[in-house]
């Protein structure tokens, strides 16, 4: 699941330095962003419309971020973590300024079968009452919050990626993610 | 709280349908044009309307203050010496619509809805003159001079034929619909309203807005309440406007001056909330820890971990199976300390002034005691978003202020301006050569610095601009953003116009700085 989801994390050696190569044309060419928009659309547009009311704003919202990244890309540097995490990173900035300025109801898609994972985190037993308290509990949550608990728990990215997409650093991650769990665990006791 | 919908279970459409939205040739012409839709403009239509503000491109404008006689640096714009007064005044109104937030409710219940500004309002059951199932409230909270342009207010008030200009603390619209149509409150029913504003002043009314003018409400109704009110554990988070003053202010954090003769330790303290915020802290090994040797500074060690116990802070350092841990102090050099000192001091007066008003406050809420039931609501919401324990009182740049309508609409915490205060604004007006015919904007909206409010000037030709040679006056025209820097009676030293974007942008700087 973790590998399907991260896939640029187990790419061979060759492959980084071909795409690596790819940014540098890119750099000079605006035009050959192609192969990296072609390897990149579906992950963009799937992590957009998790967190969107509808496909056509995903599509919107997915477009703004690739003219985004051909704007940023010269400044772009390889530091060792997946062209991807960068993408997302403006992706979700984008997103961010959705929200923020449209004061829209923020999307967040729960599936069942993402849930049992954040249980076992927060000690408790699943059933439908358990998962009617948690998702009211997660109302109560900061965007900031929910933005870590849907990365880490549905979908399953690694602690050194959403570092990288919300740039924070690991420890932060970690220490942010470890608090968001305390809390959810108080609220659903008081609940 | 977050304003959220939960799509519990959805269905995400095949790769296959959603690789149809796969169009790089759209990427790089948006890329080309550099004409990505904004914040401000995300729907096609508005975007339609900014492409077409656009088409008045070119160079070239010499702006002219009306009398004639100081002429002014001319800078490249969107406008063309062919541009004509309709084109200014082109009606892009598609762009001013203001953003608002939207909740449905059961109308036969208790509702307390809570806004993205943290704002509350508390609707009672059966509170409609209706016999919907579900209402829908349209919620929008107007707290800077770009919402009050967005939302065309004017701020003007005649009060029996007088002119005053309002400035204000905050402002909320809240709208109700059944079935489309706009209903009201029923009679006898109140609506209460904790409304976040961005001044801890006092000095405001409450007023509603009717077709022409404002209603005055009244004081009475309006409870100040700034958040240092707010006692123990329960504080939001997002509230929280200065850690480290709250941790100085409550004793959390004792930090010392740095002992020059002895080593520190730099350690991470993103663990501890309290701290966080503490330019140049470092630590020193308590003076009473015998087993501590001077060497253990020199060691790489593996982890160097801070931790707190009963008030005190220990470092644990560990490398390989070895194991130590001392008691350390928070210390500073001798520059940041004096810092430390003086924000302290500042602190600690600004906190005695928020205690002797908090007393006040108390007792005007025993007076008052009408919403009390209200602010219960208010806290037990509080209570659910509390996030720092250790943080008891909050000194914060914000307040709520809290009152009852028994009408929906808009209503304005606000006070009115001194008389003369559209005296220190003239219009400039826009002229690409001297005597050449200006362009009149039908509707010139002014921001003076430091006001939060909108003036609103029809164009008659007159010219308005700051007295105040250091005061920066912004000029915003109906389908164009003139931005004056650096104004006074007689030079113009930058002079800007911008197209809607991005002088609302610009204002958008403006009203952050």
Known sequence: MIASLNRT???????????????DLAKKDPAKFA???????????????????????????????????????????HRGLPFSSWLYRIAQNE??????????????????????????????????ERRMILIRTMEQLTADEISLIEMKYF????????????????????????????????????S | MTHIKFERNRKMPSDQELLKHKNFDSVLKGYQAGSAPTKWFNSAKMWGGIVATACIAGVGIYLWVNSGSDEVKSQETTLTENTTTEEL??????????????????????????????????????????ECKSV????????????????KIDMAYDSAGTKYHFESAGMIEIRAFGNDEEIQLAKGKEVNIALVTNTVEPSYNLYHKTESNWDYLGDANTIFQPESVVESNQLVANDVQNDEVVAIKKGVVKVGKLNPSYPTFDVDVSRHEELKSFQGLVFQVDPGEKDFQEDFYLVSWDHILLDKKDGNYFINLSRGGTKYTFKVKPV??????????????????????M??????????????????DYDQSAQSYMVSNAVNEEVKYQIASKSRRLFSVQSLGVINCDHVLPEDIKKQVELAQFQFKKGSQPLTPELTYVIIPGINSLFTFEGNGAKYYAKNGKTKVWVTTNGRIGIVKEVNSKNFETVALYDVKQGIAEIEKYVEN
């Open chain 1, 9 to 23: 994390y187990s790419k061979t050696e060759n492959l980084v330095e071909q795409e690596a190569i790819e940014i």
């Open chain 1, 155 to 190: 979908e399953k990215r690694s602690g050194q990626e959403i570092a990288e997409i919300l740039d924070l650093s690991l420890a932060n991650v970690k220490v942010k993610l470890h608090r968001t769990v305390k809390k959810i665990k108080q609220l659903i006791s008081e």
């Open chain 1, 95 to 128: 997103i961010n300024q959705f929200y923020r300025t449209q004061k829209r109801a923020r999307v967040v898609e729960i599936n069942d079968s993402d849930l049992p994972e954040l249980f076992e985190e927060i000690v408790v037993d699943v059933n439908e």
């Open chain 2, 136 to 151: 829908n409230i349209k919620v929008n909270e107007i707290d800077d001079p770009v919402k009050m342009f967005q939302s």
């Open chain 2, 355 to 372: 205690s002797n008003r908090k007393k006040l406050y108390k007792q005007e809420f025993k007076q008052q005691n009408l919403i009390f």
């Open chain 1, 35 to 77: 192969p990296l928009y072609e390897r990149y659309f579906l992950q963009i547009f799937k992590y957009v419309f998790k967190r969107v009311e509808s496909e056509d704003l995903a599509n919107d919202i997915c477009q703004q971020t690739f003219i985004n990244a051909l704007t940023k890309i010269k400044s772009y540097k």
């Open chain 2, 89 to 130: 005044n082109h009606d892009l109104s598609e762009i001013y619509q203001s953003t608002s937030e939207h909740f449905s409710i059961d109308p036969s219940k208790d509702t307390i809805l809570i806004t993205a500004n943290g704002s509350v309002i508390n609707i009672p059951a059966h509170g409609f003159d209706t």
């Open chain 2, 332 to 353: 500073m050099n001798q520059k940041d300390y004096q810092n430390y000192v003086q924000k302290n001091k500042n602190s600690q007066t600004f906190y005695d002034q």
